[in-house]
């Protein structure tokens, strides 16, 4: 009877990419360092932003630093559920913190009474509200491509992720209640001191994104009370 299990996922399940790849071997390193969980966020937050890889690209950036780690852990001998936790802890962080820097650019461009079209504001909210599906959906995904202790310790992590929410989620309902908020008050702000075309751009994407917003918000909420019932 054969008891091997799958391989540890490595460089070759990432896609040909050479920022994953080396996120991938830069996070397997971090497993090395004192302190992981700062390390993967700070990673993590420099190939959001410095490497300019996009929010839509999170699944491609969460597999690359899971793998990475699962891979570094494995190599060292280390403790696998607690540096999983760590590592994913970190990468929650950054992630919570790209997701509100992306509500605020919205909302100063609604401010400044930019337009836009209906279905690109309504892709760029359901991103946002999409992003801690991604992460434990890719969790989940990673752990299947995975074998031994990484595979049991990834699944374990992503169900309870499910069920408890990240910092992510937290982070991206309030700031789609505040961005609401103030595209309502960029409205009314619009309507009392903007030029007539200034402020029907405003007017219009208040109302746009008041809608929007309105159904994301409850989505979320809904969702957010069934995982933890």
Request: aromatic share 0%.
């Amino acid at each position: 009877m054969n008891d091997a299990q799958p391989p540890v996922p490595d460089r070759s399940s990432i896609p040909d990419n050479t920022q994953l790849v080396q996120l991938h071997d830069e996070a397997a390193a971090a497993v090395s360092t004192p302190d992981l969980r700062e390390r993967v966020r700070e990673l993590t937050a420099r190939v959001l932003h410095e490497r300019r890889m996009a929010l839509s690209e999170l699944r491609e950036v969460v597999a690359a630093i899971a793998s990475g780690v699962g891979s570094g852990l494995t190599a060292r001998g280390g403790e696998m559920k607690d540096g999983l936790k760590q590592a994913v802890s970190g990468l929650d962080d950054a992630v919570g913190s790209a997701a509100q820097a992306a509500s605020y650019a919205l909302q100063e461009a609604a401010e400044q009474g930019k337009a836009f079209k209906d279905n690109e504001l309504k892709a760029s909210l359901e991103q946002l509200r999409d992003l801690e599906a991604q992460i434990v959906d890719t969790l989940k995904q990673t752990a299947s491509q995975s074998g031994g202790k990484l595979k049991e310790e990834l699944e374990t992590l992503s169900d309870h992720l499910k069920h408890s929410g990240t910092r992510t989620g937290t982070q991206v309902r309030e700031a789609l209640e505040q961005l609401a908020g103030g595209m309502k008050a960029s409205g009314a702000a619009g309507r009392a001191g903007l030029s007539e075309s200034a402020s029907a751009a405003t007017a219009r994407l208040s109302q746009v994104a008041s809608g929007i917003l309105a159904a994301l918000s409850e989505s979320l909420k809904r969702q957010s009370e069934r995982l933890r019932s």
